[in-house]
């Protein structure tokens, strides 16, 4: 084990070619988003905005019962190719159109084939780097792809003011292509093994997966309480941010770029964690910094304070989702990963969309401070829950052990 943990993951050809373009497709994204907000917003107003968030968002939660049961009953790179050619085509269609309801369309076909790429490329990773390599390939990963996201962001607004948004949007198909060409290169093959016991079910099959494992049945909706706070405080961000602090959008700026980095920071701190324990202690920290960076920030009272909490909050957030992330991957079976890995996506998407409905009633009830504050307060309550259901879980399987 000793000599497998020195490898670096980089000395793989197919690492080299599949986190780099991943990294770049995740880049086109923030960029296509960017534009497609710019482009909907304008002449549209807030409900439409809102429609476009929910067609990223409903799309995953629905292939929920498909995705998993597709990735891991084909070919690996039939799966990739197909599924990233239909993201080109979306994307190319979306170049071209320009009213509300082809743009929510299409958005909706290029996060099925999302849904599909996403888990098939999570499960595809681990037969290239072998399970002892799968958590510091994932935090590399994640760090790679808040790089890209955050320099795609900044990208966005310049490629649209550039070239307008078709010019923007193609780029974004020119990303997808690129992962496209990448599946056909990867020489790492995942297929479903030939007379093998396949296990039924989709979604079924996934959440089976996730809520027979101790550990897993705690941190998983330990994930989905901190997707639905760190959404919902989202929501009422740039009110405390641009109104009660007054700092405008440069503040709401900063504070992004400042949890972006963050984020890419936990991200990377999650690939240096070795065992199934330090990544579940690392998930607890990362609740547990979530819940303290909000507090601050509800407290804030200038934009130094505003600064350290964004970090936290990104740190912990980078932290919590790659070492659960790796958790996931590497306490299932590869025969299901796939739909572990779509059941997963998806249920965290359908905490989003719920999420955005939480952060509007709770910024109209609590206003923007007492929705941190009190959201915060509610992620330490829960990080404190959750780390000692772990620890009492640890405790039962070394008594079982002993005896």
Known sequence: MKQTLQVSIWSYRDIRLVLPARAVSYAGDAIAMIALTLRVSDGHGPAAVTALLLAFAVPTVAMIPFAGRIVDGFDSRTVLVW?????????????????????????????????????????????????????????????????????????????VGWSGSRGALLVDSATFMVLVVVAALVRTRRRPEPGADVEKGGVSAGLRAIFGDGVLRILVPGLWVFVLVGEAVNVVEVFLITGELGLGPSGYGAAGAATGAGAILGAWYSGRLRSDQSRTRGV????????????????????????????????????????????????????????????????????????????????????????????????????????????????????????
């Open 83 to 159: 599924s990233g050619l239909l993201q080109v085509i979306a994307g190319v269609g979306l170049a071209f159109v320009h009213n509300l309801v082809p743009t929510l369309l299409l958005v909706c076909v290029l996060q099925i084939g999302q849904a599909v790429s996403g888990p098939a490329w999570g499960a595809l990773i681990p037969r290239i780097v072998g399970e002892e390599l799968i958590g510091r390939t994932t935090g590399a990963s994640q760090a790679l792809i808040g790089v890209a996201t955050l320099a795609g962001s900044a990208a966005g607004g310049l490629l």
């Open 284 to 403: 607890v920290a990362g609740m547990a910094a979530i819940g303290a960076a909000c507090v601050v920030i509800g407290l804030a009272g200038n934009f130094a304070v505003l600064l350290v909490g964004s970090t936290a909050i990104g740190v912990g957030s980078g932290l919590l989702n790659s070492a659960t992330s790796a958790l996931v991957v590497t306490r299932s079976s590869d025969s299901v990963r796939g739909r572990v890995i779509a059941a997963l996506n998806g249920t965290a998407r359908s905490c989003s969309i719920f999420a955005m409905l939480l952060g509007g009633l709770a910024g109209t009830l609590l206003g923007p401070r007492g929705t941190f504050v009190t959201g915060g307060v509610a992620c330490a309550i829960a990080a404190v829950a959750v780390g000692a259901l772990v620890a009492r879980t640890k405790d039962s399987e070394q008594e079982v052990v002993s005896h």
